[in-house]
């Protein structure tokens, strides 16, 4: 095996041993922090070469079934913004938050906002874990391969609102959660009306923010 094929086995098989310990315990987050930041910084100049045309079209699936375009969308752990981009071009008019843990990754976003879509769309460095955003600041919040803190998440989307997780790879996603211990988190969360999407190989689970917790 090549020296560079090792590091990208080795980063894959840390981002899932990193959400398997943080969605058990998300204090643990603590320590899985800085070096997520880490690796994610390393990865963000290539970022782009690594996905492939189709990483998105779970979470597009998803989208389609939304019963109203939403008017304040989320995409956490943006990364170079690719889904934040999807979700503008598909909601006309809504305003889109990318937010990423990595300083790198989003100035790779910024770089690549299209001007159509650079009034509306704009790019934040922050922690999921810890968001800097008022409760219930957006009707949709979606992740694309990123790590859930679910009480953060409870706490962000509007009641009404939506959810959505999606894995570009499914079960073989480094990041990923199995979808029924998504699902009994995001009910414990006060999120229900729960629904599975498959396409391209990828997986997206939409969840519904109850009226009140
Ligand atoms: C696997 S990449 C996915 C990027 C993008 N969503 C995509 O699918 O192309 C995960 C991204 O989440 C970011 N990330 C990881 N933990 C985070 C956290 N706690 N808060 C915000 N971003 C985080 C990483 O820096 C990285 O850019």
Avoid: C, Y
């Avoid at 980063?11 to 922090?33: C, H, K, Q």
């Avoid at 290539?46 to 079209?57: C, G, T």
């Avoid at 079934?65 to 503008?88: I, S």
């Amino acid at each position: 095996m090549r020296l560079a094929e090792l590091e990208a086995s080795l980063g894959r098989r840390f981002a899932r041993l990193t959400t398997n310990a943080v969605v058990a315990r998300p204090r643990l987050w603590r320590v899985f922090r800085w070096l997520t930041r880490a690796q994610f910084s390393r990865l963000a100049p290539v970022w782009d070469s690594m996905r492939r045309p189709e990483a998105f079209a779970a979470l597009e699936r998803a989208l389609d079934e939304l019963p109203e375009a939403p008017k304040r969308v989320l995409d956490l752990g943006t990364g170079t913004g690719l889904a934040a981009f999807v979700a503008a071009r598909r909601f006309f008019g809504a305003e889109v938050v990318g937010v990423d843990l990595a300083a790198a990754m989003v100035e790779q976003a910024r770089e690549r906002t299209p001007p159509e879509l650079a009034e509306r769309v704009r790019f934040e460095q922050a922690d999921g874990a810890r968001l800097p955003f008022q409760d219930g600041a957006f009707d949709l919040v979606q992740l694309a391969n990123m790590i859930p803190f679910f009480a953060e998440l409870a706490r962000v989307v509007a009641a009404g609102g939506h959810l959505v997780l999606s894995f570009s790879a499914g079960p073989e996603t480094p990041i990923w959660v199995p979808p029924e211990r998504l699902r009994r988190e995001l009910s414990a969360h006060g999120f229900a009306d729960f629904a599975d999407f498959e396409a391209e190989g990828g997986t997206a689970l939409l969840a519904r923010k109850g009226d009140r917790l």
